[in-house]
Structure formats: structure tokens, C-alpha cells
């Protein structure tokens, strides 16, 4: 009789240790990051497929790297206004007003297209030598001396609106691996391609850090994924879809943007 007594309050006890520590260990809190992702075709996923109906010719694709960042992390709420050919002006003119004062975390690409990307692109390919690396000097020198006024309309728009948010600021991957045997441009232009984005993220990294933001530098992780490359992540020209040319595939959003932003990002 003592010995079930005994049993029958042990197991009680138990009971209510087991419930009292299932009672102390919270639920997981729910998110309260609120993002919105804004930018150009590099922000929308353009190249990367599978592209939302709603977004029409902005191209916003479920494989770009805001979107598959809020897939994996379920903020309290998200929005992509991103759009294939934006610029710093575009942005500020329609994408700032996505913001709010109670936007947690943004994500911001842009500033290709003011310098002409485009059109860079395009003369080095219809062109010779010559014309593309005096294109891409072109560019260089508007990076350097219209691009920073630019961009700080744009990143003290976006201090305005969202005065407590997280700033992301997120740069473009150098094109090519050099030194290997590749059809198409010259050597001497691939190479004058590469200064000029790299020379692009030098002016995004200075502006964002004049305003305090994060940078999230994606160069190293397309390294050995570039055009010329054995295994690229970046469209080569495609005369059949000429949007895509030199965008990421899925593969570069996965693997070469999204771990940047969320390294920065948290």
C-alpha cells in the first residue's frame, strides 16, 4: 500500500515538473521584421524565372534574393516594388512610397542603369574594342562624379520615410573570369567591363556608407560562377531574350546574392 502511495505521488511530481518546464519554454516569437526590397532588374530577379504575374515588365521573380530571403526568414510582412530598369531617379519617383515609418529592413540595388548599362553593353557587343572601352570610360566617369548625388536623394529618401529601418545596400557582380579562352569580346574589353562594376560598387559602398547602411559585396561569391567560367551564374548575351543577357540565373540569386543580403541583413 506505502509502496503504490509512493509511486502514485513520484509519478504526480513528475507530472508536474514535466509541465511546469513545457509551460517555461516559450512559443517562438513571432517575426516583427517589415521589408520592403527596392532597385532595378537585379532586385527583381530579371534572368532568374518565374516571375509574378502582378509584376508585369518589372520582371519580379520568386527566385530573386528578397523574395527568397523572405520565404526562408517569414517577416511580418514583405514587399518587392523592384523593376527592371530602374533607376535612381525611377526609384525615388515610384518605389519610395512603399516604404512607412514602421518598415523594419530594406534592401536596396540600383544605380547600374544610370550609368548606362544598357547601352554599354550593347556597344561592346555590336562594336569593336575601341568603342567598348571608351563607352565603359564613360561610365566610369559618371559613377564617379554624377552617381553620388544621385544615390544620396535616393538613400536619404529612403532615412526619411523608414528613419528606423535596416539598410541594405546591395552591389552587382563582376561579369567575367579573365584569362581564359572565351567567344565573343575582346580580352582587353572584358577586362575594362570588370573595372567599370567594380569601380560602380566603389561609389555604392562610399554612399552607403556615408549614410550609415550595410553593404552587401557579392563579387567574391561569383567568383568561379562568371561569364567564360565552367560553371557560370550569369547570362551570356541572348539575342532570342535581350533582357536576360548578363542578369543572374536562379542559381546566381541563390548562391551569389542571397547569401550576401543575408549576411548583412541578419
Same mark, same amino acid.
Given at each position: 500500500?506505502?509502496r503504490?502511495?509512493?509511486?502514485?505521488?513520484?509519478?504526480?511530481?513528475?507530472?508536474a515538473v514535466?509541465?511546469s518546464?513545457?509551460?517555461?519554454?516559450?512559443? /517562438?516569437?513571432?517575426?516583427?521584421?517589415?521589408?520592403?526590397?527596392?532597385?532595378?532588374?537585379?532586385?527583381?530577379?530579371?534572368?532568374?524565372?518565374s516571375?509574378?504575374?502582378?509584376?508585369?515588365?518589372?520582371?519580379?521573380?520568386?527566385?530573386?534574393?528578397?523574395?527568397?530571403?523572405?520565404?526562408?526568414?517569414?517577416?511580418?510582412?514583405y514587399?518587392?516594388?523592384? =523593376?527592371?530598369?530602374?533607376?535612381?531617379?525611377?526609384?525615388v519617383?515610384t518605389?519610395? &512610397?512603399?516604404l512607412a515609418?514602421?518598415?523594419?529592413?530594406?534592401?536596396?540595388?540600383?544605380?547600374?542603369?544610370?550609368?548606362?548599362?544598357?547601352?554599354?553593353?550593347?556597344? =561592346?557587343?555590336?562594336?569593336?574594342?575601341? %568603342? =567598348?572601352?571608351a #563607352?565603359? /570610360?564613360?561610365? /566610369?566617369?559618371? #559613377?564617379?562624379?554624377?552617381?553620388?548625388?544621385?544615390?544620396?536623394?535616393v538613400?536619404?529618401?529612403?532615412?526619411s520615410? &523608414?528613419?528606423?529601418?535596416?539598410?541594405?545596400?546591395? +552591389?552587382?557582380?563582376?561579369?567575367? %573570369?579573365?584569362g581564359?579562352?572565351?567567344?565573343?569580346?575582346? %580580352?582587353?574589353?572584358?577586362?575594362?567591363?570588370? %573595372?567599370?562594376?567594380?569601380?560602380?560598387?566603389?561609389?555604392?559602398?562610399k554612399?552607403?556608407?556615408? *549614410? +550609415?547602411?550595410? @553593404?552587401?559585396?557579392?563579387?567574391?561569391?561569383?567568383?568561379?560562377? /562568371?561569364?567564360?567560367? +565552367?560553371?557560370?551564374?550569369? *547570362?551570356?548575351?541572348? @539575342?532570342?531574350?535581350?533582357?536576360?543577357?548578363? *542578369?543572374?540565373?536562379?542559381? +546566381?540569386q541563390?548562391?551569389?546574392?542571397?547569401?550576401a @543580403?543575408?549576411?548583412?541583413?541578419?
Open positions: 500500500m506505502r503504490s502511495r509512493l509511486v502514485t505521488i513520484l509519478a504526480s511530481a513528475t507530472a514535466f509541465a518546464l513545457v509551460l517555461a519554454v516559450p512559443a /517562438q516569437a513571432a517575426s516583427t521584421v517589415r521589408y520592403v526590397a527596392l532597385g532595378d532588374s537585379y532586385a527583381s530577379g530579371v534572368g532568374a524565372g516571375y509574378t504575374s502582378e509584376s508585369g515588365t518589372c520582371k519580379r521573380s520568386t527566385n530573386a534574393y528578397p523574395a527568397l530571403w523572405a520565404a526562408a526568414k517569414a517577416p511580418a510582412s514587399k518587392s516594388v523592384a =523593376c527592371s530598369g530602374a533607376t535612381t531617379t525611377s526609384v519617383n518605389q519610395l &512610397s512603399a515609418t514602421n518598415t523594419t529592413l530594406v534592401s536596396i540595388t540600383v544605380g547600374g542603369n544610370d550609368v548606362g548599362f544598357a547601352n554599354i553593353m550593347t556597344t =561592346c557587343v555590336l562594336k569593336g574594342t575601341t %568603342e =567598348c572601352v #563607352a565603359v /570610360q564613360a561610365a /566610369q566617369n559618371k #559613377a564617379t562624379t554624377e552617381l553620388p548625388g544621385l544615390l544620396d536623394k538613400y536619404s529618401g529612403i532615412k520615410r &523608414s528613419p528606423s529601418a535596416k539598410v541594405v545596400v546591395v +552591389g552587382y557582380p563582376v561579369f567575367y %573570369e579573365l581564359k579562352v572565351c567567344v565573343g569580346l575582346s %580580352e582587353t574589353s572584358r577586362a575594362k567591363i570588370n %573595372e567599370g562594376i567594380n569601380i560602380l560598387d566603389g561609389v555604392l559602398i554612399a552607403a556608407a556615408r *549614410h +550609415g547602411f550595410k @553593404f552587401a559585396d557579392v563579387r567574391a561569391n561569383f567568383v568561379g560562377h /562568371q561569364l567564360c567560367s +565552367g560553371d557560370k551564374w550569369l *547570362h551570356a548575351l541572348n @539575342f532570342a531574350d535581350i533582357g536576360i543577357s548578363y *542578369h543572374p540565373f536562379a542559381t +546566381g541563390s548562391g551569389g546574392y542571397l547569401p @543580403f543575408r549576411a548583412a541583413a541578419g
